[in-house]
């Protein structure tokens, strides 16, 4: 095989997926990116496939401990699912076409809609910790942004519009469940930075003033791929730390995955129930 550099990005795609088709040939509905410390969403799927991200051509390798590196491939709610179990970051030194390499893989699966989560930083002073945030917008604070470069034209358009980056008939269904189950559920803003640190506190103030409830270290690279390739997206955050005047305080990756874990069932729900409200 020539060097990888001198592949083009769209036949890496075109191996990786297939690679996965090889081993399962069925089109797949719903692609689930499962963030820090909410991986137990792969304990209800009916699992039909696991593949190590090593053994995909091309997939980057996760690198952080939180996040174990398989793609699951199985039934949820009904629906025939493509979970990532663990994602890749920027921080991590991966170019944003790596980070979000996985979507267009998903894409040509056949997934229909994309599902994200991910644990962040209270920004909103009315924000707990294991609380849950549906995404209803989002400003990126990212230094690169996916779509640069040569536009992938059999993919989606060169200026995808972003005015309704996340479902607002998904997110109006997510609301509707949590008020069913009594989980309390905000719906606000996330802002995503590059990372890996934790902001100061003249950051947070910053972003709080700019409008940001959350504010965590992924999800946007993902969506925009995604509605580059016009898949509505659903994405909810575990609120895993608090970001607001008075409550910050030195945080430990032990206290955000405890955070994370605190809102993994509600989480869970309410991806289980809005899987099997979807399409129908």
Known sequence: MREEANIPYEDKIQFAFEYIQQLHDRPLQVGIILGTGLGKLINNIDVKLEIPYEEIPFFPISTVESHKGKLIIGKLSGKSVVAMQGRFHYYEGYSMKEVTFPVRVMKKLGIQYLFVSNAAGGLNPDYGIGELMIINDHIDLFPENPLRGKNLNQFGVRFPDMSEPYDLSLVEKGIQIAEENQLKVHQGVYAAVQGPNLETKAEYKFLRTIGA??????TIPEVIVA??????????????????PGKIKKVKIEEVLAGAAKAEPGMSLIIRELLRRIGN
């Open 213 to 218: 409830d959350a504010i965590g270290m992924s």
């Open 227 to 244: 509605r580059h390739m016009e898949i509505p997206v659903f994405a909810i955050s575990a609120i895993t730390d608090l970001c607001s």
